[in-house]
């Protein structure tokens, strides 16, 4: 069983910066891609940023690009999201998301197999 906790989420104001980690258990992590989404109220779950099991590779949506980094330490079996330059539009739940596979490129909700509980992120304006 892998389980997934995320921490970081808060209230922050326009500019701002947080960063967002997800734990992973499980003896697994570096088998795996690891993925960042999100979700703000009455919209559908979108792709942030994901990231190979190695690390060496990433793949981050337009809307966060530049401003947004991911990366995963895998001594620690954590995986971060360093949001800076913050909007209201980042405004969301955001999740992180695991699956068996060593690429950057997975970008759908239905090709992750774990998934946390969610972090609420808020940025005022």
């Known amino acids: 069983q892998v389980q997934l906790v995320e921490s970081g989420g808060g209230l922050v104001q326009t500019g701002g910066s947080l960063r967002l980690s997800c734990a992973v258990s499980?003896?697994?992590?570096?088998?795996?891609?690891m993925g960042w989404f999100r979700q703000a109220p009455g919209k559908e779950r979108e792709f942030v940023a994901s990231?190979?099991?190695?690390?060496?590779?990433?793949h981050t949506s337009d809307s966060v690009k530049g401003r947004f980094t991911i990366s995963r330490d895998n001594a620690k079996n954590t995986v971060y999201l360093q949001m800076n330059s913050l909007k209201p539009e980042d405004t969301a739940v955001y999740y992180c998301?695991?699956?068996?596979?060593?690429?950057?490129?997975?970008?759908?909700?239905?090709?992750?197999?774990?998934w946390g509980q969610g972090t609420q992120v808020t940025v005022s304006s």
């Open positions: 998301a695991a699956r068996r596979g060593v690429y950057a490129g997975y970008t759908v909700t239905s090709e992750y197999d774990y």
């Open positions: 499980g003896r697994t992590f570096n088998n795996r891609a």
């Open positions: 990231i190979s099991s190695s690390g060496g590779s990433t």
